[in-house]
């Protein structure tokens, strides 16, 4: 990634990069924060690991209590947290890990797309075996 990168928008991260990056800016644990929502650590995990999202009132409640905008944590856009310090990005190699994941993601959804096509071709010619 480059300089210009929005880190923390639709194409670099998800919901739950977000809400996890503006937990650990705001010196919470997973524990802490799900504490102070009233929800149980499993479904603060679910959003951050994106099993899941929080209603709207949760939603409401997370922006407050992490001083974002709900905006930003459901699409990158808005008041957020910064991007992270270019030197430790560098230094894990998220750049070249979110390039592989990004590969990885779209063969995964070429893949869906031709599995959609062999079904319907699978289909079609059980039905035109049942036919005969």
Request: glycine share 10%.
């Amino acid at each position: 990634m480059n300089d210009v990168t929005d880190w923390y928008g639709p194409d670099a991260a998800t919901f739950g990069d977000r809400l996890a990056a503006a937990r650990e800016q705001a010196g919470m644990s997973q524990g802490e924060l799900a504490k102070r929502l009233g929800v149980r650590l499993p479904t603060l995990r679910g959003w951050e690991d994106d099993h899941a999202e929080p209603r709207a009132n949760r939603l409401s409640m997370l922006a407050g209590l992490l001083n974002v905008s709900m905006m930003w944590l459901i699409n990158g856009e808005g008041e957020g947290v910064g991007a992270p310090d270019a030197e430790s990005a560098d230094t894990a190699g998220l750049t070249e890990i979110m390039s592989e994941i990004r590969s990885m993601r779209a063969d995964l959804l070429r893949k869906a797309e031709d599995m959609g096509r062999l079904e319907k071709r699978l289909r079609r010619v059980m039905t035109d075996a049942a036919n005969v």
